[in-house]
């Protein structure tokens, strides 16, 4: 009799402590209900080809994706946009999951089921099959559309006019209603301008691919990515976007511009193999940092790129030591992902926060919409940060002609090494009533690649770039500097009557201001009639920089054009030589 009260008397106070404890579960939300939501933080769907990368962009900037023809992703926010890059590397568009008051619905909710997914090459986007139930949709989240395909797509990489500019912003919001989240987005303002070429006046921080400072960019956790290790969550807050920037330098000789006569696409496509350089900036740090080039045939396995490691850029022509590299990403990658490490491997990548890359590609193979993300894996957790491709220069700025007192000349590209302006044949100036010696210079624009799928053509004249006519150190003529100026000719050294050309004072310098001649013009189609000018006073440029006021006859002055971005780092030039007669 004592043991069965005993065991009753047991049972009781089991029953009463389990109580207790279901009780302070229930109060607390419980393991249960946290485990329950963490697995609705998923949306499920099978794609009806392979090869396709799937990104769920939530609307705060955080990023997860899955190479998985069928997928289940884990997602970083509530409510996501979905998007896909295609099997060569290139933004293939948005996953429509529905349509509304004429209008494609683009949100979609933790938790969604999309089931099959049909993928419409032609026309550059996704779509689901069968409707979606209501409770998985974000019906506020919607793009433009034409004949039911979202403005913004993967044959025009969001390279849009849009009607409607009063979008989120940030980078997972959608600016211009195009389908295409911002941090993807190459024109995210829906004007036709892209964004590394917007002008500094319009560029502003609502914009998720602005420019970045260097230093203590990345201090901040970034967006969350794929694939977490188990037990992991995303998390952290939206970062500052890492961005690449292009870069060419080349004399006369070797200057290759569409608008030359009988420039060839082949030949172009030869002085861009050669010479071209694009740069990550800044890259985040982390234990290990990788980058996942989904195909992209210039900087994945068994590609054509190369990684420079000693960070110098050499070209034909213009001099330096040269350059250090080695393939990429095979020199330095490991695990069997094919993904290359820019931080954290056995080889440092990265240098001054800059990873630096010879892409050694045709124009048809690097350009605007190709698709990059940076894994960064830091305390057990890896996140995810696209990194698109904006555009890069096919060609850099080319003298069409100059007149330095002796009468107007062409520049002779056909003639190489024996052409008006190069160290072999500098260009003539004699001085004018004054002393000064002053030259008339018109040149050509440079190039990037044509979009296709915007209805543009092979080749387009880049505009709203900042002009600069710069001079080095040299000999006697010009001291070595001691501070951090740039070498441009003030703004006092320019006259001009180009009426798409603007003098800016720039920054300050050796107790001057340097000049920039900014372009008005909006990128047009190449033609040899689009040309600017400026008259360059020669001896002012040169005062400016600590030489003397009288440049004694056969002397030879180098200096260089060169052509940048106002929204970017990436920028173009050409090396010129002149001879005072």
Aim: charged share 15%; glycine share 14%.
């Amino acid at each position: 009799m004592a043991c069965s009260k005993n065991f009753r008397s047991l049972l009781r106070d089991s029953l009463i402590v389990m109580a207790l404890i279901a009780g302070a579960l229930l109060l607390s939300g419980g393991p249960s209900a946290a485990s329950a939501k963490k697995a609705q933080l998923t949306v499920s769907g099978q794609l009806d080809r392979a090869g396709y990368t799937v990104l769920a962009v939530g609307y705060k900037g955080k990023v997860t994706s899955t190479h998985a023809r069928s997928f289940k992703l884990r997602l970083g926010e509530q409510r996501v946009t979905l998007q896909l890059i295609g099997p060569r590397g290139k933004y293939a568009g948005p996953i429509v999951v529905g349509y509304k008051n004429g209008k494609a619905i683009v949100g979609v909710r933790a938790g969604a089921k999309l089931g099959r997914i049909q993928v419409v090459t032609a026309k550059g986007f996704a779509r689901v099959t069968k409707k979606v139930r209501g409770a998985w949709l974000d019906a506020k989240r919607v793009a433009l559309v034409k004949k039911q395909v979202p403005l913004g797509n993967g044959r025009n990489f969001g390279f849009v006019r849009s009607s409607r500019h009063n979008g989120a912003s940030g980078n997972g919001g959608d600016t211009d209603f195009d389908g295409v989240p911002n941090v993807l987005d190459a024109a995210e303002s829906g004007t036709l301008v892209l964004n590394s070429l917007r002008s500094a006046k319009t560029a502003g921080p609502a914009f998720g691919n602005q420019l970045v400072p260097l230093a203590g960019a990345f201090d901040a956790e970034l967006n969350p990515g794929p694939p977490p290790p188990p037990g992991a969550e995303p998390g952290g807050p939206a970062a500052p976007t890492s961005r690449w920037m292009s870069q060419i330098f080349l004399d006369i000789p070797h200057t290759l511009n569409a608008n030359a006569t009988g420039v060839t696409r082949e030949q172009i496509d030869k002085a861009l193999v050669a010479n071209l350089n694009i740069k990550l900036m800044p890259v985040p740090t982390g234990d290990v940092v990788k980058l996942d080039c989904h195909g992209l045939s210039y900087c994945s396995e068994g590609g054509t790129g190369q990684v420079v490691l000693n960070g110098v850029f050499s070209s034909p022509g213009v001099g330096g030591p040269p350059s250090v590299s080695k393939p990429w990403p095979s020199c330095c990658s490991t695990g069997g992902d094919g993904f290359g490490i820019l931080r954290g491997g056995a080889t440092e990548v990265v240098l001054n926060g800059e990873f630096s890359l010879d892409p050694h590609a045709v124009s048809t193979k690097i350009g605007t919409g190709d698709m990059l993300t940076v894994l960064v894996s830091k305390d057990g957790v890896t996140t995810l940060q696209p990194a698109p491709l904006d555009f890069v220069f096919n060609t850099v700025p080319a003298l069409k002609s100059f007149d330095g007192g002796t009468g107007v000349k062409t520049i002779d590209y056909a003639a190489g090494a024996g052409a008006y302006g190069t160290r072999d044949n500098p260009m003539p100036v004699t001085a004018v009533a004054g002393g000064d010696i002053k030259v008339q210079l018109t040149w050509w624009r440079p190039q990037r690649d044509g979009i296709a799928g915007a209805g543009e053509p092979d080749f387009m004249d880049i505009g709203r770039l900042v002009y600069e006519f710069g001079i080095p150190p040299q000999g006697d003529l010009i001291p070595p500097r001691t501070n951090s100026d740039s070498g441009a000719c003030s703004a006092a050294s320019y006259t001009e009557s180009d009426p798409n050309l603007e003098i800016v004072p720039g920054a300050q310098s050796s107790g001057t201001m340097s000049g920039e001649l900014t372009d008005g013009s909006a990128d047009q189609a190449a033609n040899s009639a689009n040309t600017l000018s400026v008259t360059l006073d020669l001896t002012k440029c040169i005062v400016d920089k600590g030489g003397p006021a009288v440049i004694p006859v056969g002397t030879d002055i180098h200096m260089d054009v060169s052509a940048n971005a106002q929204n970017s780092a990436d920028h173009a030039n050409q090396d010129l030589y002149f001879r005072v007669a």
